[in-house]
């Protein structure tokens, strides 16, 4: 009986113990024991909370007018999730959701690509950016940036305004970054994806300013994470092949607006192809401990794009200033030493 007891006792505490580990390419579920949906999102850290953002990925009905490739074609919004640990997330809801009206810009059905959302300090809003594809339109016909606002970092956001920033040149995948100094960043893939634009936006961060830069020109770069670590700038990107998985690559810079340079795929080690089957979406600095970076990718199932995995591995910051990524079945913060 006794021995029943303490072998229960170690069960427990395993499973305590096995609760705080990320698990790449495992179902990641919520709270509620729903698979996470929230794909080529970025989180960010309010009042000692993680707010993750993203695209739910939708599993097209059965004889749906879509292609398989277009699961990204949302009829719901924006999810949020939050966690004060990281392992752990919480529903919060949807925090842009589409509209009923086809007549309304936010249309079920449109394409809401690679969302991301800063809290602004000059206004106290919250601001979401995201590669906007209108309702019944391809790609090619409607390369544009959304921009939406809120009062709280669950939203509900509302639409702002839809545009192609940098006299009128094409939105595809992209990101925000917000510097020390309180300056916000849109970087995107323009060009017909042949060089990444990045352009410092408006103080109120609504609007892009009128600095900008072409970068990594002629590289066909896209889905860009970017994160500063001891006044360098560093942006992993992947390379142009859809929903296919494609090695990435790093460049680093002195500062966001560039120049940008070209340093090497920062996947290494066993299965380290192909970003280990992942595109990149984010890099996660982890609160309160300077140097912790984890990298947010998805792993794309084209044939069930809702059961797409999440896959989370921690940035390696090596002496000489290079990252290295490598594979791991589990891990957890305390890597970040
Ligand atoms: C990928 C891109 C995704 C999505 C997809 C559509 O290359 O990173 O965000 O646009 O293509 O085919």
């Given at each position: ?38 794909h080529a ?73 690679r ?58 995948d ?47 770069r896209e889905a860009p994470a ?10 992993i990107t992947s390379g142009c092949t859809g929903w296919r998985h494609n090695p990435a ?25 192909n970003t280990f089957d992942t595109q990149g979406t984010f ?12 990298f947010m990718a998805d792993r794309w ?7 797409s995995a999440h896959i ?26």
């Amino acid at each position: 009986m006794g021995f029943c007891v303490a072998l229960a006792v170690v069960f427990f505490f395993s499973l305590l113990a096995g609760a705080g580990e990320f698990r790449p390419g495992e179902v990641w579920c919520d709270l509620d024991g729903r698979p996470i949906n929230a794909h080529a999102g970025g989180v960010i850290f309010e009042g000692g909370r993680y707010y993750w953002h993203g695209q739910p990925m939708t599993a097209l009905p059965a004889g749906s007018k879509y292609p398989p490739s277009a699961g990204n074609l949302t009829e719901v919004g924006v999810n949020c999730y939050s966690s004060t640990n990281l392992y752990d997330w919480r529903y919060e809801g949807v925090a842009l959701a589409v509209s009923e009206n086809p007549a309304d810009d936010l249309y079920k059905g449109l394409r809401i690509e690679r969302p991301k959302v800063l809290r602004c300090p000059r206004t106290g809003k919250y601001v979401m950016w995201f590669h906007y594809v209108r309702s019944g339109k391809t790609h090619a016909e409607s390369y544009e940036a959304a921009v939406c606002v809120a009062d709280r970092v669950t939203g509900p956001f509302r639409l702002v305004k839809i545009f192609r920033p940098n006299g009128g040149q094409m939105v595809r995948d992209c990101t925000l970054f917000q510097d020390d100094d309180g300056a916000a960043y849109f970087f995107y893939a323009s060009e017909n994806n042949k060089t990444l634009h990045v352009v410092r936006l408006t103080d109120d961060y609504l609007d892009a300013s009128d600095r900008w830069e072409r970068i990594l020109v002629g590289d066909l770069r896209e889905a860009p994470a970017v994160f500063k670590y001891r006044s360098r700038y560093y942006m992993i990107t992947s390379g142009c092949t859809g929903w296919r998985h494609n090695p990435a690559s790093y460049a680093v810079a002195d500062h966001p607006l560039g120049p940008w340079k070209k340093v090497a795929d920062p996947c290494v080690g066993p299965n380290a192809t192909n970003t280990f089957d992942t595109q990149g979406t984010f890099v996660l600095p982890v609160h309160g401990r300077p140097g912790a970076f984890i990298f947010m990718a998805d792993r794309w199932n084209t044939t069930n794009m809702a059961g797409s995995a999440h896959i989370w591995l921690p940035i390696q910051l090596n002496q000489d200033s290079s990252i290295e990524l490598r594979w791991t079945n589990r891990w957890d913060l305390s890597v970040f030493k």
